[in-house]
């Protein structure tokens, strides 16, 4: 599944392409999560102003209205000059003055909504209950540290909810909690003021350096077919159970928390 570094290296991939750019045509495939909400002829003569992120939305934004793309649990986003007939899987093809923007999704749990504005309900729908953006300045360690306070749930589970931060999915929540020191099934809202600041720095530094490790990755990325967009950090606990902790040699356990696996070493994370 595409989390935050991969969208955000979607983003950089296409943003300074397409702004600028005018839309000339938008051709839909099968349906997808949800409906487009405008007649594709409509975008036809709108010009793009730039792409945004938010969460794992990327917001197109035009000269009348804007885009919300999400790439679901399969989808991936490729502007190209010029793309081949449309296969089975592209859904969504958005042509324009300088080149096109497709929308691959062999599960089609992806989707490109049009809103009016930032404002509009529709919008407001799918990003109103977002949490902090983990990459940006307004990631703010006091507000971030009273989110967790105020749920009861573990702290891995408060953290993949979305809500306090944006885009910390499985992968990057079990290894900021191992590089903030903290157990993943500990209580969010018993996480001191310490132990908070080493774990918002902890989630900005794994998104951060997935993003920068995507981005010498970019052209494989945006070339690729199938499982695109996968570049995966060398990670400390994930996916390594049984095998030796990094730094302390201790077996990394696994644990189902939410019907995810967990890992974690129980002596680098004892609380
Ligand atoms: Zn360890």
């Known amino acids: 599944m595409p989390e935050l570094p991969e969208v955000e290296v979607t983003r950089l991939s296409f943003a300074d392409r397409i702004t600028g750019a005018t839309v000339t045509g938008a051709r839909l495939g099968k349906p997808l999560r949800w409906a487009l909400g405008c007649e594709p002829s409509a975008l036809v003569g709108r010009r793009v102003l730039g792409v945004r992120r938010r969460g794992k939305y990327l917001l197109l934004d035009m000269d009348q209205g804007l885009l919300l793309l999400h790439l679901g649990m399969?989808?991936?986003?490729?502007?190209?000059?010029?793309?081949?007939?449309?296969?089975?899987?592209?859904?969504?093809?958005?042509?324009?003055?300088?080149?096109?923007?497709?929308?691959?999704?062999?599960?089609?749990?992806?989707?490109?909504?049009?809103?009016?504005?930032?404002?509009?309900?529709?919008?407001?729908?799918?990003?109103?209950?977002?949490?902090?953006?983990?990459?940006?300045?307004?990631f703010d360690l006091k507000l971030f540290h009273a989110g967790l306070r105020s749920r009861s749930a573990a702290i891995k589970q408060v953290l993949l909810a979305g809500d306090v931060v944006v885009g910390v999915g499985n992968i990057y929540a079990s290894e900021a909690l191992f590089l903030a020191g903290i157990r993943p099934t500990a209580r969010a809202r018993r996480i001191s003021l310490k132990r908070a600041t080493r774990l918002h720095a902890a989630v900005r530094d794994v998104l951060a350096r997935a993003v920068t490790k995507g981005g010498s990755t970019l052209r494989d990325f945006s070339n690729a077919e199938g499982q695109q967009g996968y570049f995966q950090l060398e990670a400390m606990v994930y996916d390594r159970q049984g095998q030796p902790c990094k730094v302390c040699g201790t077996s990394i356990s696994a644990i189902r928390q939410g019907q995810r696996s967990t890992y974690f070493c129980a002596n680098c994370q004892k609380g």
Do not use: C, W
Not at 78 to 93: E, I, K, L, V
Not at 120 to 134: N, V
């Open 74 to 138: 399969s989808g991936s986003l490729n502007f190209a000059a010029t793309h081949p007939d449309p296969g089975p899987h592209d859904h969504f093809d958005l042509t324009s003055t300088q080149g096109v923007l497709r929308l691959h999704d062999p599960r089609r749990f992806g989707a490109v909504v049009y809103a009016d504005s930032a404002d509009a309900p529709t919008a407001i729908k799918l990003l109103g209950g977002l949490g902090m953006e983990p990459l940006d300045d307004g």
